[in-house]
């Protein structure tokens, strides 16, 4: 494995701490109507029916947030909300992990170019980004590619502006199914940020590597390729 060229990161759930930002929103909603549902029924209730809305046709990620919205109330036995679009509202507000942006400047500082390859919208990255204090040189999203990981064309793009060099790209993620699998199945290489302590399938590739956090992330590709030039 030579040192890479690029490394992108999954954005929400990988450097935006989106549980956070979607529970707190979510909660708020509930608590307006009168309602109390605890932080992990309410993430369950997302996370079960937002692959399934994504994997139906392309919406923008505000359409999907706004439908959400609906389709989490209903199992809740909440009402339709009086605000839609609450969610995606929410969302530039949404904070980053505590060591995202530490993790970054270290990898900035190492030399790396740095990417994001994200189910969003360009709009509402651009409302996350002024969270982080380094340049980002690839950003690729739902919205430029009409679709959503872990379909391959967010992949593709950022191959494409490495000439199809795997070798040139190192990709970091929380989400095994959106990120990791389908990216260690075109041959690049992947750090899993298994923070969850979360299995991964049987029979499915494995990442390059497997660590508990992103400050782990960047001490293996300090060690890793610390020492060569950048």
């Known amino acids: 494995m030579r040192r890479p060229r690029i490394i992108t990161f999954d954005c929400y ?16 909603e509930g608590e307006r109507q009168g309602f109390h549902a605890d932080r992990k029924t309410i993430l369950d209730a997302y996370h079960a029916a937002e692959p399934r809305v994504q994997s139906e046709h392309y919406r923008t990620y505000r ?32 904070k980053p992990f505590a060591d995202s942006n530490r993790s970054l400047d270290r990898l900035a ?52 502006t490495l000439g199809g060099d795997r070798s040139a790209m190192l990709h970091i993620a929380q989400s095994y199914f959106h ?34 956090d992103r400050d782990a992330a960047v001490d293996w590709v300090d060690q890793r390729f610390g020492g060569e030039g950048g």
């Open 179 to 212: 990120d990791i699998r389908p990216a260690a199945r075109m041959g690049i290489d992947t750090v899993w940020v298994n923070r969850l302590a979360e299995p991964a399938s049987d029979g499915d590739p494995s990442p390059t590597v497997e660590v508990a």
């Open 63 to 94: 359409e999907i947030l706004t439908l959400l919205e609906s389709e989490i109330a209903t199992p809740l036995g909440w009402a339709p909300p009086a605000s839609p679009g609450y969610l995606a509202d929410s969302l530039p507000d949404w």
């Open 13 to 28: 759930g990988t450097l935006i701490d989106w549980n956070d930002g979607i529970s707190t929103a979510l909660i708020a």
């Open 109 to 160: 500082a190492m030399g790396f170019e740095l990417g994001i390859l994200s189910n969003i919208d360009d709009e509402l990255l651009a409302a996350s980004r002024r969270h982080f204090d380094v340049d980002f040189e690839l950003l690729v999203t739902a919205q430029q590619m009409r679709s959503y990981k872990p379909a391959a064309p967010h992949f593709e793009r950022a191959l494409e």
